[in-house]
């Protein structure tokens, strides 16, 4: 058992340094190759849990670029129970920050919540997705204020993957130059990348995003067009849907309403398949058409919804909407089964992650 703790400890020192050089110049592809070799090593060696368990981790990673997310869900959650193995290891806290950021893709934002706080207990700090998750809720200063505290601590191995969210972020608050700076590094990554496309795609898409902030419209479509080719070499759906809905912004700006609209489709089409419900209510909004109610509520159903939220009884809710009580009833019990809930706690929770109130 003792070689067996060795040979445990030497694999996590090579595989710390090997994490660090793929995530400093994101060679995807070498990362890919590297995990696979991995995994069959670890098929191999059923006592290094610890290493099995970080190459969940990084499978989990790779099946969310590649739009698996269900697999990626699955695989994150083993990895999670194998690192939770007595004794556990503080790695485990990578597991969690990577179910939370799917869990935050999807719109779970209360579940991505929770894991971003129990992965921080084992060491793993929640940045940039606790970040972001602020961003998706509404709440830019609360974004800004952490992003911008997390690129000043962080050391420059775990820098690059604050720059694309950092550019994100700080465009919503209306940082100009704080985004201009991340971009610039961005930039910088990707000339020391040479054609890995990877890093070449992040600063494409953050120059695209920055130009139509800054109301280039032209000058972003250029840079958003280079960076959708490049996610679609990577086979990345996500993010190709998420460039073409900047590209359809673009559109709008020079009065291509048209080709705007064909965008929104086809990023629509990919949001939905890939379960990105905050986005696609995004794309929703952007063309128009009302979002979506959660759960399939209708109209009233979503009014009574609203009403339990606010603690109202069924008596109250009778006589605030001017309905009968045996109606109300009826609506409760729909609403329950929809939202396959069984308490009016857990309908008022459904409501609160859902942005129904």
Known sequence: MEGNVDRIDASDAVET???????????????QEWTAALERWTESEPDVITYRGRCRVFRSELLRLHGQWQDAVAEVALARDWLLRPPPAPAVGEAYYQQAELARLRGAFSEAEASYREGATWGRRPDPGLALLRLAQGDVATAAAMIRRALDE??????????E???????AAGDAPGSRSALAQLEELARL????PWPRALAAEAEGRVRLAEHDPSGALAALRRAEGLWRTLDAPYETARVRVAVARACRE?????????ELAAARDVF???GAIPDRDQVDQLAGMPPPVPGGLSPRELEVVRLVAA???????????????RTVDRHVSNIFAKLDVASRAAATAFAYEHRLV
């Open 254 to 262: 020079l009065g291509d309403d048209e080709t705007a609209t064909i």
């Open 311 to 325: 603690g109202a009884t069924n008596r109250e809710i009778a006589e605030r909407l001017g309905i009968s009580g």
């Open 193 to 196: 990348g040479g054609q890995r």
């Open 165 to 171: 969210p950092a550019v994100e972020v700080l465009l």
């Open 154 to 163: 962080v050391d420059p191995i775990g820098r690059p993957r604050l720059l």
């Open 17 to 31: 340094e090997e994490t660090a050089a793929f995530q400093a110049v994101f060679d995807l592809g070498r990362a």
């Open 272 to 274: 939905d398949r890939l």
